[in-house]
């Protein structure tokens, strides 16, 4: 058996490396754990365009509403050029809620953009989220299994994952389809406001594949 340099006179020394080899998998492990309803949101930091530190911890006490977005993706465009997306980061920052759009899109795929771009775009499209992260190494959005442009997660003020999915039941490019959908995100919402359970806890996610970066390059 291999002794991994281990010395006679070290005893302990074989333990910490399987410790250390255990710890490292438990990390990897953890840090790929697919977000569940009702168990703690899955932490992470990062630097928002605005330059402030963005870590989800800290907003503990808050309601947190994430989106994955790609400014180039039709069924995003469905719900910024109709401003229904921006209506409801209104509604929902006017409540004191915390709105993070989140772009995963890897360096030269569709929807990457540098944070004056996407600094730009939010004014242009008069969008309202608290802040925006640039997620370009994809580990944000694989902490979160993001599959689509857009996906949305909100998350109560006790730090759970209460609702995960399409942003409504209208799985299409059109605008008109808008009008008569079910809004998941602002039925969430309000449900975590008023102290009820969340009807529809899950939804199945709409919209562009996450433009990641390959995990082997």
């Known amino acids: 058996m291999h002794s991994f340099g281990r010395r006679k006179s070290d005893p302990w020394g074989f333990a910490v490396v399987l410790l250390a080899i255990g710890s490292f998998m438990m990390l990897d492990v953890t840090a790929y754990a697919e977000p ?21 911890s ?3 006490g808050k309601t947190v509403v994430l989106e994955w977005t ?23 920052t006017g409540d004191g809620v915390v709105w993070i759009s989140i772009i995963s899109s890897a360096k030269g795929s569709e929807g990457n953009v540098s944070p004056a771009e996407a600094a730009e775009l939010t004014k242009s499209r008069n969008a309202a989220p608290s802040n925006i992260v640039l997620d370009e ?5 694989r902490l979160y299994d993001a599959r689509t442009t857009p996906h ?6 006790q730090g759970n994952v209460v609702y995960m999915g399409g942003i409504d039941d209208k799985p299409s490019t059109r605008q008109s389809d808008i009008a008569g959908a079910n809004n998941y995100v602002r039925a969430a919402l309000k449900a975590v406001k008023t102290g ?11 919209g562009c594949s996450v433009k990641y970066k390959p995990q082997n390059s």
């Open 36 to 56: 569940r309803v009702g168990e703690p949101a899955p932490d992470f930091a990062a630097t928002g365009i605005d330059g402030q530190r963005v870590k989800l």
């Open 58 to 60: 800290a907003l503990r």
């Open 70 to 92: 790609n400014d180039q993706c039709p069924y995003v465009m469905k719900h910024y050029g109709s401003g229904n997306m921006q209506a409801l980061q209104r509604e929902a």
């Open 137 to 141: 190494s994809g580990m944000i959005g």
């Open 152 to 157: 949305m997660f909100v998350i109560n003020p």
């Open 196 to 206: 009820q359970p969340v009807a529809t806890p899950i939804a199945r996610p709409y």
